[in-house]
């Protein structure tokens, strides 16, 4: 079968119409990925146990070797994957499959007697754990966080290019105290960034304590070490992680739902974001570029739909459904150990890959978008009785008990003019010259508070 008619058959969307969120995501939470993340923490615990356990087997190995032990993982590739995959065809057990891998990779290099100490005292699950764990870490790191934190500057950008644009606002959809475009877009940015630190925070645990979580086969065999000294220096100083001193023979999966519950919250923001844009889009507060043989509607030919934004609604939704799904699975397991998580984590990579594909379209849709500023200026110079809020405010100061429901019968339901506001304005003889004089000048393009200096507070 052709590449072209194989990919016309995907039935997952990250690996056809959005695969480039295979080819980003794909060295992370691909089986692929598995299979080389489980031979890396075997080579790394046989490593270990060579560095840092004397006994006579293990004394045989000349330190100047490691190398080629490393290089195991190092030179891992398809050819790799595919043989681990044929012995597996035979073991019907993918870990398994990986150590004996790895046996044959060590018997090639002449160390046979290391054959023994390839998966020694471990579980399969202290290889999935921590193999998952490097996955989710680096999958973090390398991809998801570094788009987030892409896409969170260009809000925060947005806010500094726009924080002078007055812009009325909406409370329940009706008009109201007057804003800035870049306040509301710093809103956003806050939200993001503060989202994104959430998630770094999280510490990425693995255990390494054996079939229920006790260290017994590894203490039987060496019951004069620390295990749990020598445990926590191996899943911290050789993988990279955090230790997990007390679990089942499962890590118990709490940090991975911690990150899948702070990628959705990040998402959350994202489509409250997406709705506001396609509304501003709606009332003509943005306006949307042309690109030359694009096309918005089939039929009305004058049409620029926001489908990015509404796009990025829907991967939000995919990947917060995975997220949830996950998290709500992941925590459970019957007594020490049940197999329902092995199928439900290779589906990691699809909460994260909807998540990156929604912040693509969203980032899509914005760079199409420009301020209407002339909408901005009719829409404000239309809602002067955006005004009574300031004026009753200014009343109250001066003792007048009554000041709300006097501006609210001079301006509820009502369509108010400048003259009206004005008039109104001029007649309040119990004010002082200055503060009278502050309500003529007033406009509602210039009731913006502090909006514009919000915007340019500067945020990690």
């Not at 008619?5 to 119409?17: I, K, N």
């Not at 870049?182 to 809103?187: A, I, M, Q, T």
């Not at 200055?434 to 915007?455: E, K, V, W």
Request: hydrophobic share 40%; aromatic share 12%.
């Amino acid at each position: 079968m052709e590449k072209q008619e194989f990919e016309s058959f995907t039935l997952c969307p990250l690996d056809g119409r959005y695969s480039k969120i295979k080819d980003a995501l794909g060295e992370y939470f691909s089986e692929y990925a598995l299979v080389k993340y489980r031979v890396f923490v075997e080579i790394q615990w046989l490593k270990f146990l060579i560095e840092n356990v004397e006994c006579d087997v293990l004394s045989r190995f000349d330190l100047q070797d490691l190398p080629k032990i490393e290089s195991i993982t190092k030179e891992f590739n398809y050819d790799s994957f595919k043989r681990i995959k044929e012995i597996e065809s035979v073991t019907r057990h993918d870990v398994k499959a990986v150590e004996y891998f790895i046996d044959e990779k060590v018997k090639a290099f002449g160390f046979d007697y290391l054959q023994s100490f390839v998966h020694i005292g471990c579980t399969s699950e202290d290889i999935n754990n921590t193999s998952y764990a490097c996955m989710i870490k680096y999958g973090l790191k390398e991809v998801w966080l570094p788009k987030a934190k892409e896409f969170a500057n260009i809000i925060n950008q947005w806010a500094m290019d726009h924080k002078d644009d007055a812009m009325l606002a909406h409370t329940h959809g009706q008009p109201a105290t007057p804003t800035t475009i870049g306040k509301e877009f710093k809103v956003y940015a806050y939200r993001f960034m503060s989202s994104i630190e959430n998630i770094e925070n999280i510490q990425i645990k693995a255990k390494f304590n054996g079939a229920t979580g006790n260290y017994s086969a590894i203490l039987t065999a060496f019951p004069h070490l620390d295990w749990q000294v020598l445990a926590k220096k191996f899943v911290e100083e050789y993988l990279g992680l955090t230790f997990n001193p007390l679990t089942t023979q499962i890590e118990s999966h709490d940090y991975t739902c911690h990150i899948l519950d702070g990628i959705r919250h990040f998402n959350n923001v994202l489509v409250d974001f997406d709705v506001d844009m396609w509304l501003y889009i709606s009332m003509e507060y943005f306006k949307q570029i042309p690109v030359k043989g694009e096309v918005g509607s089939s039929t009305m030919p004058h049409k620029v739909n926001p489908i990015r934004f509404e796009n990025s609604e829907a991967n939000v939704d995919m990947s917060n459904n995975i997220c949830i799904a996950l998290s709500n699975k992941l925590p459970k397991s019957r007594m020490q150990r049940d197999l329902s998580d092995s199928s439900s984590q290779r589906n990691l990579g699809l909460a994260f890959g909807y998540s990156l594909q929604a912040i693509n379209e969203t980032k899509d849709g914005l760079e199409k978008c420009v301020v209407n500023k002339e909408k901005l200026a009719s829409d404000l110079n239309e809602k002067w009785e955006v005004l009574a809020e300031p004026i009753q405010t200014m009343l109250r100061k001066y003792g007048i008990p009554d000041a709300y429901d006097t501006l609210k019968e001079l301006t509820r339901g009502k369509n108010i003019s400048k003259e009206d506001i004005m008039k109104f304005s001029e007649s309040l003889e119990m004010l002082s010259d200055i503060d009278r004089q502050t309500l003529i000048d007033m406009t509602p393009a210039s009731y913006i508070g502090l909006a514009n200096l919000l915007a340019d507070i500067h945020l990690k």
